[in-house]
């Protein structure tokens, strides 16, 4: 099947990408790519969510974070201002990279401009699939940051992040994420953060 290769040829390009991140993180008995293993597990996440996800669902899975290493957080100002100005920097740099490489690879204007739309995070909360990817981010969070985020963070800022993580996720995302093996101080952390909505 022709969409089936081209989808193919798209992960293989955009996995590339990942792998030049220079930070690393063991992951699965091994060392890999900190965003390699992001978009692994968002990608996961959207299969599990979503079973028979369309192509472009599965490609915005892939190109999260594609690249973000070069235009890091810590380039920008403090405070959620910048933090806000940086993230909607991140996601026009992710869409246009994302159309670079998907061009590449093959795909047609439509599908690419499907995936960039997820990326941007457009119409977020009417758009079921733009909502599966945001359920699959905000449990890749959980699963794979949520402990070493904690470590960094005050407890009460650990706690806000925690609330406003969970009223982003559909009530589907909510039961998988409660539904998680996290370590026990994580979990432990959700359930205050849940207790004090």
């Not at 590339?16 to 996961?44: F, K, N, S």
């Not at 061009?103 to 047609?108: K, L, N, R, S």
């Not at 905000?138 to 609330?163: G, K, Q, S």
Request: proline letters at 4%; glycine letters at 4%; charged letters at 30%.
């Amino acid at each position: 099947m022709v969409e089936t290769a081209v989808l193919d040829k798209s992960v293989v390009a955009l996995n590339a990408a990942h792998d030049q991140d220079p930070e690393r993180r063991h992951h699965d008995g091994r060392q890999q790519a900190v965003e390699r293993v992001w978009c692994d597990t968002v990608a996961l996440w959207v299969n599990r969510l979503v079973p028979e996800a369309s192509v472009a669902l599965k490609l915005a899975a892939h190109a999260q974070h594609l690249e973000r290493w070069t235009d890091p957080r810590s380039d920008w100002p403090a405070g959620r201002a910048g933090y806000l100005r940086w993230r909607k920097s991140q996601q026009r740099r992710h869409a246009q990279r994302a159309q670079e490489i998907l061009a590449a690879a093959g795909c047609e204007r439509a599908l690419i401009e499907r995936v960039q739309q997820l990326i941007r995070k457009e119409r977020l909360t009417a758009d079921p699939e733009a909502a599966t990817l945001e359920d699959a981010a905000c449990l890749a969070f959980l699963e794979l940051d949520l402990e070493a985020f904690a470590e960094r963070h005050e407890r009460a800022d650990v706690l806000r992040i925690l609330r406003k993580t969970w009223v982003k996720m559909s009530p589907r995302g909510q039961e998988a994420a409660l539904a998680l093996k996290l370590p026990a101080a994580s979990a432990a952390l959700i359930e205050e953060a849940l207790a004090g909505e």
